[in-house]
């Protein structure tokens, strides 16, 4: 499975940005899905996450820190997720990546280690 981010880019305080991330795959159904970031000098962190579809299949899954800002949806026909972020903040400036894994359990979703599969990461970056 091969992973393709984009989407980063520089934008003020209170804008927005969407991500999206391409997945080379027959079919990403059967894959739980998330976002990460990681900022400079910081350990990458947990943002969103998509359960497999066949489960829930629901994107619910948000660190506290974006949690009603962002917004996290899959479209398994175009094998593609998007985070949509709002009323971004400078906080929110990191490298952003998306990771998939057709094995990972729910409450492991926020563990990054659980993930087999990694896009190469798009910059976000919000000025204040």
């Known amino acids: 499975v091969q992973l393709q981010a984009s989407g980063g880019g520089l934008v003020q305080a209170g804008g927005s940005l969407r991500l999206t991330c391409a997945a080379s795959?027959?079919?990403?159904?059967?894959?739980?899905v998330a976002w990460f970031r990681q900022a400079p000098g910081k350990e990458r962190e947990f943002v969103a996450a998509?359960?497999?579809?066949?489960?829930?299949?629901?994107?619910?899954y948000y660190a506290d820190s974006v949690k009603s800002r962002f917004t996290m949806s899959r479209d398994n026909v175009k094998n593609t997720v998007y985070l949509q972020m709002d009323s971004l903040k400078p906080e929110d400036t990191a490298v952003y990546y998306c990771?998939?894994?057709?094995?990972?359990?729910?409450?492991?979703?926020?563990?990054?280690?659980?993930?087999?599969?990694w896009g190469q990461g798009t910059l976000v970056t919000v000025s204040s």
């Open positions: 990771a998939a894994d057709d094995s990972v359990i729910a409450s492991q979703y926020r563990n990054s280690v659980q993930y087999d599969y």
């Open positions: 998509c359960s497999r579809t066949g489960g829930s299949g629901e994107c619910t």
């Open positions: 795959v027959r079919s990403i159904r059967g894959y739980a």
